[in-house]
């Protein structure tokens, strides 16, 4: 068999066909097709990243909601204005069911804390040191914020086991309109 210029001719017309589709039409597509993988990853990168900050928003919304159902909580243990009268009338009984001695009660005047008044309280009881921690642990145990920033405990020489303590107990309640001035 013998190979004549035509058929050289079309041996190579028929393999440049394949060479020249690949050049000019598979290449192209390919990287076109590569371009749209990339593009593809990197949305579904971006839709990973969005899922994730989405589960944390809701769970913020669910810290929020809990947060606002403690702060509620907080309040509701905080009595009005009106009713700093009957918290200093349960730690006088406090006091008397602890076997202790209410000698003095003085009222500062109110100050404003945050968004709610501190209503600071100069109290002296006197009686068995026992009673007194009791009285501590009975006052924490009540349904109102107070808190006690100071406190002087001195021993009595007179009995054994007595003592004095002179303090300022700070009861929180919810102010008034016009009283926060």
């Not at 020249?20 to 390919?30: E, M, T």
């Not at 349960?90 to 202790?100: D, F, P, R, S």
């Not at 107070?146 to 009861?171: K, N, Q």
């Amino acid at each position: 068999m013998r190979f004549g210029f035509r058929e050289i001719v079309f041996l190579i017309v028929l393999l440049a066909v394949p060479v020249a589709s690949y050049w000019f039409v598979f290449r192209p597509q390919n990287k076109e097709i590569e371009r749209a993988r990339q593009e593809i990853a990197q949305k579904e990168a971006m839709l990973r990243k969005l899922a994730q900050v989405t589960s944390q928003s809701e769970d913020l919304a669910a810290l929020n909601t809990e947060i606002a159902e403690a702060i509620s909580m907080i309040e509701a243990q905080l009595p009005s204005a009106k009713e700093v009268d009957v918290v200093l009338a349960q730690v006088a009984a406090l006091a008397e069911e602890n076997k202790l001695s209410l000698e003095k009660v003085k009222s500062d005047k109110p100050v404003a804390a945050a968004a709610y008044m501190e209503q600071p309280l100069k109290m002296v009881i006197t009686g068995d040191f026992d009673g007194f921690y009791s009285f501590l642990l009975d006052l924490e145990k009540l349904d109102r914020i107070t808190r006690m920033p100071d406190v002087d405990i001195e021993r009595s020489r007179d009995v054994d086991g007595a003592m004095e303590a002179e303090f300022t107990l700070s009861i929180y309640f919810e102010a008034d309109e016009g009283a926060r001035s």
